[in-house]
């Protein structure tokens, strides 16, 4: 079974900063997706960004940026020049695809993330 | 509004009784997800159903079912209710891989 373990429950960063949200994951697969998903205050979910793990090339997504180390099984994301906005709580997940269009999903615990002014 | 509607958004029900979330997708997609989101176990993945079947299962309990219409809306079936089921409820649609957008979430309590 997959496990995703966030080691950091709450971080704080100063406006405009630059703050890294560390996810490590367990599989056996070769063939999965993961991503970090954002939520505020509000309770939506958003996604942030996705990384396909036989792509050796890093996601970015305008401020945000992932740092993927396959071999050790690590998932960082990296959020340059944060804004208060981004004060949310943040989950990593993994997912593995399976036959006939399924996909099945595990979540780490999350981090709080507060961005200070 | 992200396009997945979620009704109803708060429910408040009674331990042994049964209800029912609904959602509807964003127009197109044909894969919707559900999830749990409590205190104590945070996010977890419940069921996945793709064009009307069922493609994935998570940590579903045998007392949750859930389907998904030729409409593509989809039912959470909740039964026999207890304390520890509070939690917020989320809908996702996708029509491709990592393209998920959730809904805002049904938020049980059981008393």
């Known amino acids: 079974a997959q496990t995703v373990t966030q080691s950091q429950p709450e971080m704080s960063v100063q406006e405009a900063e630059t703050v890294t949200l560390s996810c490590t994951y367990d599989?056996?697969?070769?063939?999965?997706?993961l991503f970090w998903y954002k939520q505020p205050p509000s309770r939506q979910m958003i996604l942030v960004i996705r990384q396909e793990a036989y792509k050796q090339q890093n996601a970015t997504e305008n401020r945000f940026s992932v740092n993927f180390q396959k071999a050790a099984k690590s998932f960082s994301l990296k959020i340059s020049d944060s804004q208060l906005g981004d004060t949310a709580m943040y989950f990593c997940a993994f997912m593995k695809p399976i036959p006939n269009y399924g996909q099945n999903f595990v979540f780490g615990p999350g981090t709080r993330l507060s961005v200070l002014p | 509004d992200s396009g997945v509607t979620q009704t109803p958004k708060h429910l408040i029900t009674a331990t042994g009784q049964r209800v029912t979330l609904r959602c509807s997708p964003r127009?197109?997609?044909?894969?919707v997800y559900w999830y749990q989101q409590s205190l104590d176990q945070g996010l977890q993945f419940l069921i996945q159903?793709?064009?009307?079947?069922?493609?994935a299962k998570g940590n579903i309990l045998e007392r949750f079912s859930a389907q998904q219409f030729p409409d593509l809306h989809s039912e959470l079936n909740l039964s026999s209710l207890e304390l520890g089921d509070s939690a917020l409820y989320f809908c996702?649609?996708?029509?491709?891989?990592?393209?998920?957008?959730f809904g805002s979430g049904t938020r049980l309590t059981v008393v």
């Open positions: 599989t056996s697969e070769n063939n999965y997706y």
């Open positions: 127009s197109g997609d044909l894969s």
């Open positions: 159903y793709y064009n009307g079947e069922e493609r």
């Open positions: 996702a649609s996708s029509v491709w891989v990592g393209q998920y957008t």
